[in-house]
């Protein structure tokens, strides 16, 4: 959520910021935030003004009764009687228009860096960098959920029966693997000063509002029946919530925390034939980094973030890419975002393993996390990057670790995780 005093100083840029994420069915937004807001002012001086003559009256009134003058403190109190209904009008009205205010102003997309590119959608974002060098081999991959039945690792069908669609049971190796990566994505974090964190899963609905949009929770979010709680999508969401309602210290910033958590998600619609198996799924588990910071950091930290999470998957010698994100694919709190992509010899093109953003301050002015500095008070700055998700990282594990002879080569980084493993041996061919 941007600050209203800046959407009343500019509304020109706020409309073009809009226009910019192809979204213009919003922009009346704008003018009509300006006018609840005007009209919101306009009662709140008069209802503060009727406080302040509250409060004198209220002085006179004892005075007068103090002096014998009844029927005078009589008269004043008829006054003070029908200013409070009064007041009780304006202030009804004044909850009613910071209402529309902040449901208009939570829909009005964050502004966007100035450096990102603009386009209508994802088919519009554009690389930045490679990293490794893609490689295909001269024999057939196959899907990788044949690959991971070839160790016995994944049970699809009873899945289905105990669940439905959407969901999987990992088995032996491949279970041991997807334990290996997260342990290792863990440690690899820390390594890098990150403080370990393992959050609540479940999160009440005025966080769930304050770190994501309206129509990201609608896609997204499970919501558990009866009860003010959402099953989380992604830590960052509960992490970032930790700090609500805080004033920290500048001193302190900036926090670094990296997280375990299973994600639940709705992952609405249909997909192709390469987002079945466990690319896209209801339920999975993921290593997540966020980073709590002053706004003149925010970019330095941007850089950092996915910067680890290319040199975690490196480490691997899994090769991957950086994509830019176009203003047309950001999420509306989003001021710029970067995907992560690595590597598919079968598909021999580039899939998402990751996403790093920044934020700016939209997150911590929803959530009031301020900090308490020597030049005054603000709001934080907060970013979010994905460190490792599997099983979607297994995907790129298993395919460019692949032999011809069907065994899967573990990287050297994995195999303390792995009991000293260098390789997994099918049990079926």
């Not at 939570?106 to 502004?111: A, E, H, K, L, T």
């Not at 979010?221 to 960052?236: A, P």
């Not at 639940?264 to 896209?280: D, N, S």
Request: with cysteine; charged share 30%; glycine share 6%.
């Amino acid at each position: 959520m941007i600050d209203i005093k800046f959407l009343r100083e500019n509304p020109d840029i706020v409309k073009q910021n809009i226009k910019n994420k192809f979204q213009d069915s919003k922009l009346p937004l704008v003018d009509e935030v300006i006018e609840l807001d005007k009209e919101s002012r306009a009662v709140k001086q008069e209802a503060d003004s009727l406080r302040a003559n509250r409060n004198k009256y209220s002085k006179e009134i004892g005075a007068l009764y103090g002096q014998g003058k009844r029927e005078e403190a009589e008269e004043m109190k008829k006054l003070v009687t029908e200013q409070g209904e009064r007041l009780a009008q304006l202030e009804k009205r004044e909850q009613e228009l910071q209402a529309e205010v902040t449901n208009r102003m939570m829909i009005i997309p964050n502004i966007i860096d100035p450096s990102v590119p603009i386009g209508k959608d994802d088919s519009e974002n554009v690389e930045v960098q490679r990293y490794g060098e893609p490689f295909v081999p001269q024999f057939e991959i196959p899907y990788h959920t044949d690959i991971m039945e070839s160790f016995d690792g994944i049970d699809l069908d009873s899945a289905r029966r105990v669940a439905g669609n959407g969901f999987y049971y990992l088995m032996g190796d491949i279970a041991r693997l997807h334990s290996a990566v997260i342990s290792y994505a863990r440690d690899f974090m820390i390594d890098r000063g990150f403080t370990y964190c393992v959050p609540p899963f479940m999160i009440r609905s005025n966080v769930v509002t304050g770190v994501m949009s309206f129509a990201e929770m609608d896609a997204m979010m499970y919501k558990i029946e009866g009860e003010d709680l959402y099953l989380i999508g992604t830590s960052e969401h509960s992490m970032i919530g930790k700090f609500q309602n805080q004033m920290l210290k500048e001193e302190e910033l900036p926090y670094t925390m990296t997280s375990y958590s299973p994600c639940f998600r709705k992952e609405k619609g249909a997909h192709g034939i390469e987002e079945r198996g466990v690319y896209r799924i209801h339920q999975f588990e993921k290593q997540e980094m966020i980073v709590v910071c002053k706004p003149e950091e925010s970019m330095q930290w941007y850089d950092k973030m996915w910067q680890n999470t290319v040199d975690l998957f490196r480490s691997m010698d899994i090769p991957v890419r950086t994509l830019e994100c176009c203003s047309g694919d950001l999420a509306d709190l989003k001021v710029k975002s970067v995907d992560v992509e690595a590597w598919s010899p079968r598909q021999k093109k580039y899939f998402e393993v990751g996403s790093c953003s920044t934020l700016g301050d939209a997150q911590a002015r929803r959530l009031k996390i301020r900090v308490s500095g020597k030049d005054g008070k603000y709001f934080a700055h907060t970013l979010n990057n994905t460190v490792a998700a599997p099983p979607r990282m297994l995907i790129a594990l298993l395919e460019n670790n692949l032999n011809e002879d069907g065994t899967v080569s573990i990287p050297k980084s994995l195999r303390p995780y792995m009991g000293g493993k260098e390789k997994l041996i099918p049990n079926k061919k």
